[in-house]
């Protein structure tokens, strides 16, 4: 096995942070070594709730237990961030096929335009569902998330929707 640690760039808008993107920064350490996590603004996502500031607060408590993990901020391309931060590739967790298509596109322009690769890992079976939109939408009618979420980002949740009384029924 090769001794030198190899670095990875894993960004996304993390908003919030699931026990899947947890299980992807915990295969890239054991894949690479060491991960830079980069919370990311996405202008096609602006139905967050939590600031980047908020966001990197709760990554970096929910990824303690991994010493080799950094975690940041960034406002730009994923490809630049790989620059600053230095990392040999960008990691990508996949859920389903959908998520390859999407992500097999970027990998492509991301390396066309920087030379930057690209890995991609598998999420659990157990996880394929998860996405931060639906953990949004749960939490913000009232349900329950702490078991699809790390410890610290369910807390914050919970802070800002305490419990309601509404149906916790299926994400729309």
Known sequence: MNSSVTSV???GSFDPLHLGHVDVVEQGVELFGRVTVVAMYNPSKPSGIFTIDERVAMIRDSLAHLPTV????FDGL??????QFNADFILKGLRNAGDFEIEQQMAHTNHSVSGVRTVFVPCR???VFLSSRFVREIAQHGGDVSHLVPAPVASELARIFPSATHSTGSPS
């Open 9 to 11: 760039l894993y960004p």
């Open 70 to 73: 950094s975690v940041e901020a």
């Open 78 to 83: 994923a490809i630049h961030a790989a620059d």
């Open 125 to 127: 079976p157990d996880q």
